[in-house]
């Protein structure tokens, strides 16, 4: 750069006001310095927060900014972040909450169109320094600016059908004429996060560089401009009518096998909203307000919109301990012990993983290796994740662990083995815990010499992918041990769940009859494709036989025996429908020895056959009364027994345990929403006829 | 190892590695291990290259700056990835490479590559190339062929020795004294917990089969009387009394002496009779006074030429100012748990690894005293007397 006038204007962005302080006037939250070169460098520092939000006064403010801004022109506006997290992560959800009259939204979303528009119009060049994440309406704001310069560690995005709804602030319009369509819908139909070199080869941004340049570069892009990676010719080639209609058979067919449109109406209105009105920016602009507007005022985004709430919810239950968590200790290398050392290890940790012998835990570091290459990408850092992961058969790490984790298998006499020998090598304050799913923690801890130490950390499986974490209380678990868990539980971004002690926790015993359920309508005779298409079509991820095969069967059996013994209140014996004490008998256990209500190919795909329709058959609602209703009792006796603390932790616990159909807002939700008196009857009706799986809880009454 | 120690990574003093081919993004390993191992940024570290004695090399540099004073704790060692060794370009590709980076402009450019020649593809061994002394232009097998001439070593007793090597090490896998290696765990779910290319169904008739491998067809080494070549890794933690106690550290034996020698390139092998001499010289030992020896197996005709040198009274005064024969070494002393012919000689590491397990077989057979020796591709010797704790 010639004479690089920079190195005479320092702007680095001045930090926000104390806001420990009474703020007497509105808060600016944006905050403006003019340079010798009478460039305009706009810091956004959301007062009163952590992270930069797009809530109605920040555009507020924005708007008076632009006021301003007209009455003394610069040569040029940069717009950046104060906050090193990110840029600006969207707007604020909490504003979506309750909204129901879809015609005041839409004058709401105009506003804030009216806002973008003006900085996009602005006779001046315009730049957006990103770093960190930029997502949804932030994404959307600096789409409307002339340039994007990201740094390379932003993460862009449009995740707003993940809420149940799609950009409103203009970004539909904008990206479909900033990049080609495809690319452009793929990115607002997932939802999916780009960082930055891809954001930069798709054209999104225009130039990628280290937070350190940021000011060479605004000043670059607006004194001279920065080349781009646009393909106009193509960009509008994919708005022209004939190819938006192609277009949209296909995004729509993709989205089917994912999504249906009565459960999530978000997408196919993306695609509609596109296929119809992609062909001018001023009518795009004009639909998508009244399009999002329609949208969140909707069930779906409104129970999304809880979803995402009871998730903060979960994430603020770590709370504010201190405790530092720099070495976990694993003993058991299966499945969920190998897998539970893997994840913590990629969350930072030192992780020991025992076992009895190194041929026992050679396989869980294969598995974290492909784990780490899939998700950390990058060999130094796939690398330094499997340095810290370190395989230790003779349990060194005991020693060293402020974490130990049992997970091995569920015999009483092997885990009191391992605890007697673990507390006599723990440091005093590490925390015991156990993944049991089915042995009680007092049994457990009955050969602790401090039996307050245990709780459970009851981990789902794939640990790479459930973010639910139970945290279980026994009887005689501590307070300090429990905060611990939960804390720890943070630690390793999961997301943690109180739970009492009882058999099957939460998760596993609502799950159980729902399970139970599908195998009795089975032994009726109904084909396994329809019982499993019945929950689909509910809302569930999968149906409960494909479940029960992924879970295993054997699994399913002892968990099923365990819960029914333990909870037999009508005093008969219960007794596991023969569909699954009969494959279980034969060896078939599920995916894992390749058949199980269904056979599985090499690649553990199951080999379904369409579940075809006949006069017999009983209705998609009867199958899903049979298979839900049982499932929504538990829920409604574990709430009961206060096994959990209210009904938004129930709901949680089943939509991050199970992916129990989130739009519909949880299990309790759903039986608010709908009509409690009329489940309960017809529960009394099917327990007539179908046995004592189907007696309601007493709870009902209280609800 | 270091979950063991009642101190974290980062109170060592420095960390010293032996190395002979580091990889290219890695050219400084002692560096990166100590960061990976959590030594951190404020512990300084080195590798260090004296050909196969690198291993050796820097456990008498730890031992010799804690003797001084300089350091209280050092992690020291040595590792080599043959397996990784490089195929280079020759030179005149590379050459071409150069030349066709520095044209400028299309025309420059289709100019120098037309100057391609397909001789240019083809590749340098670099593993070949490493075992090669350039200076008298013999390769180290070669070296071995000339001992074995000049003692008059036959075939048969090379075979017979790494027979004997074999047996030894298979013997101590079974029974338990190589505990001191640790397994190794690789990022596609496999393990190995031992040294695997011992032959423990090993024969002199299968040894017999093999063919020269450096002199053809009339040599006498073979791949089956020779070092295999291998991966391999070794730590040591070297400590001086003050650390000991403050750290409440039980050593498993001490660094005593050490000594290192010169010698003509193409006898390279007789390395450690040149260098172990003087140390039993000036501690007044004889060879009986050892209690365990490690000769470093490089080649089975190698480490008899030793012995024999040692019984070669001729040899002893002209070479080793010597009055005369030192005598047999006792042969039930010497590699009790084989060597490098049955477990492999990764050339940085070698020397670690047999200081360490010098250690090892004293406390094992009460022993009192050890020297881990090494010949040295170059022409040199390197050894190390070890005592037991």
């Keep these: ?703 | 190892m270091l979950l063991r120690q009642p101190f974290e990574p980062d109170a060592f003093d420095e960390v010293i590695l032996g190395c002979v081919s580091p990889q290219a993004d890695e050219v400084n390993p002692a560096r990166v291990a100590a960061l990976r191992l959590g030594c951190g940024d404020r512990v300084a570290a080195w590798t260090v290259q004296r050909n196969c004695a690198s291993g050796l090399q820097s456990v008498d540099t730890a031992y010799r700056y804690i003797a001084d004073g300089r350091a209280e704790m050092i992690l020291a060692g040595g590792t080599e990835a043959l397996s990784h060794s490089p195929l280079l370009f020759n030179d005149r590709m590379v050459n071409w490479f150069a030349d066709l980076n520095m044209a400028r402009g299309v025309p420059a450019k289709l100019k120098v590559a037309a100057t391609f020649r397909p001789g240019y593809l083809a590749p340098v061994i670099g593993l070949m190339k490493g075992l090669t002394d350039p200076v008298v232009n013999l390769n180290m097998g070669q070296t071995a062929e000339i001992l074995a001439d000049k003692f008059d070593i036959g075939r048969e007793a090379m075979d017979a020795y790494s027979l004997e090597s074999h047996r030894r090490t298979a013997r101590a896998q079974e029974e338990g004294h190589m505990a001191e290696v640790v397994p190794i765990y690789d990022a596609r779910g496999k393990h190995y917990e031992k040294d695997d290319g011992v032959r423990p169904d090993n024969s002199m008739e299968a040894l017999g089969k093999l063919r020269p491998a450096f002199e053809r067809p009339f040599g006498t080494v073979t791949p089956g009387n020779s070092s295999q070549i291998t991966d391999g890794a070794a730590w040591l933690i070297l400590a001086s009394e003050d650390a000991m106690k403050r750290y409440g550290l039980t050593p498993i034996g001490r660094v005593a002496d050490s000594a290192w020698a010169a010698l003509d390139p193409a006898q390279m092998g007789l390395g450690p009779v040149h260098a172990s001499t003087p140390i039993l010289r000036r501690n007044n030992f004889d060879l009986d006074d050892i209690d365990a020896w490690e000769i470093n197996e490089a080649f089975a005709a190698q480490v008899l030429a030793c012995l024999a040198a040692w019984e070669d009274d001729a040899y002893c005064r002209e070479h080793l100012g010597l009055n005369g024969a030192l005598g047999p070494l006792d042969r039930a002393k010497l590699n009790v748990d084989g060597g490098a012919i049955s477990i492999g000689h990764p050339v940085g590491s070698s020397g670690a690894r047999i200081a360490l397990h010098v250690l090892h077989i004293l406390k094992r057979t009460g022993g009192k005293r050890g020297i881990a020796t090494l010949c040295i591709g170059g022409g040199q010797g390197g050894a190390l007397l070890m005592e037991a704790a």
């Design chain 1, 1 to 703: 750069m010639d004479g690089d006038p920079s190195m005479t204007t320092r702007t680095k962005p001045t930090p926000a006001p104390d806001t420990g302080r009474t703020v007497v006037a509105a808060p600016r939250h944006w905050y403006g310095e003019r340079d010798a070169e009478n460039i305009h460098w706009l810091t956004l520092d959301k007062d009163g927060a952590t992270t930069n939000t797009l809530s109605q006064d920040v555009l507020a403010a924005f708007e008076a900014v632009l006021d301003e801004l007209a009455a003394n022109p610069p040569a040029g506006l940069v717009v950046r972040s104060a906050k090193a997290n990110g840029f600006i992560a969207g707007a604020d959800v909490g504003e979506f909450k309750g909204l129901r009259d879809p015609d005041a939204v839409e004058q709401l979303v105009r506003r804030g169109h009216a806002i973008v528009d003006r900085l996009e119009a602005l006779p001046y060049p315009t730049v957006a320094l990103i770093n960190g994440f930029c997502l949804g309406g932030g994404l959307e704001l600096a789409l409307a600016c002339r340039y994007r310069v990201a740094a390379d560690d932003a993460r862009l995005g449009l995740p707003e059908v993940r809420l149940g709804i799609h950009p409103g602030l203009g970004g539909t319009a904008r990206l479909t004429r900033l990049i080609p369509a495809p690319s452009a819908m793929g990115l607002m139909l997932t939802g999916r996060t780009l960082r930055a070199r891809a954001a930069k080869r798709m054209g999104v941004v225009d130039a990628v560089t280290q937070p350190r340049h940021f000011e060479r570069a605004a000043r670059w892009a607006v004194t001279k401009g920065l080349k781009t990676q646009r393909r106009p010719v193509l960009t509008a080639l994919g708005n022209l009518m004939p190819v938006r209609w192609a277009l949209a058979q296909v995004m729509q067919r993709q989205v089917a096998g994912k999504a249906r449109r009565a459960h999530y109406p978000a997408p196919y209105a993306l695609i509609d909203l596109w296929m119809k009105h992609g062909g001018s920016k001023k009518e795009m602009l004009r639909h998508e307000a009244r399009s999002i507007a329609k949208l969140i005022t909707g069930d779906t985004a409104q129970n999304l919109v809880r979803v995402f709430f009871l998730n903060e919810t979960l994430k603020g239950l770590g709370g504010e301990t201190g405790r530092v968590f720099k070495h976990v200790h694993v003993i058991g290398a299966g499945t969920m012990g190998g897998d539970i050392a893997a994840w913590c290890a990629m969350q930072g940790m030192q992780v020991t993983l025992q076992d009895r012998a190194p041929e026992f835990i050679a396989p869980a570091i294969g598995r974290a290796a492909k784990l780490y290459r899939r998700r950390l990408r990058e060999p130094y850092l796939v690398r330094a994740a499997l340095d810290r992961l370190i395989p230790d058969v003779a349990g060194d790490g005991i020693a060293r662990a402020d974490v130990v984790i049992e997970a091995v298998p569920e015999v009483l006499s092997l885990k009191h083995d391992i605890y007697r020998a673990a507390e006599a090598r723990m440091k005093p304050d590490a925390l015991l815990a156990t993944n049991t799913s089915s042995i009680p923690l007092e049994e457990l801890g009955q050969v602790l010499t401090r039996p307050e130490r245990l709780i459970g950390l009851h981990f789902f499986n794939p640990v790479a992918q459930m973010p639910l974490l139970e945290v279980v209380r026994g009887t005689n678990s501590g307070d300090a041990e429990i905060a611990a868990g939960l804390a720890f539980a943070r630690a390793i971004d999961k997301l943690p769940l109180p739970v009492k002690s009882a058999p099957g926790f939460l998760v596993n015993r609502a799950l159980t009859p729902y399970l139970m359920a599908a195998v009795q309508l089975l032994d009726e005779g109904h084909p396994a494709a329809a019982i499993d298409e019945a929950a689909e079509a509910f809302g569930m991820p999968m149906g409960p036989l494909t479940l029960a095969d992924a879970v295993g069967l054997d699994i399913c059996l002892h968990v099923g025996e365990i819960l029914g013994h333990g909870m037999s209140a009508s005093g008969a014996d219960w007794q596991a429908p023969k569909g699954l004490t009969r494959l279980v008998e034969q060896g078939h256990l599920g995916r894992k020895t390749g058949q199980g209500f269904y056979r599985y190919d090499k690649k553990g795909k199951p080999i379904k056959a369409k579940p075809q329709g006949s006069a017999t058959a009983p209705t998609t609602a009867t199958l899903q009364d049979r298979l839900l209703l049982p499932l929504l009792n538990t829920c409604v006796a574990c709430w009961r027994e206060a096994l959990v603390d209210g009904e938004d932790m129930v709901d949680a616990g089943m939509i991050f345990g199970t992916g129990f159909a989130p739009f519909r807002g949880g299990p309790m939700h759903y039986i608010h929403a709908s009509d409690a008196a009329a489940m309960r009857s017809r529960l009394v009706s099917l327990a007539e006829t179908h046995g004592p799986l189907y007696m309601p809880d007493p709870g009902w009454g209280s609800l």
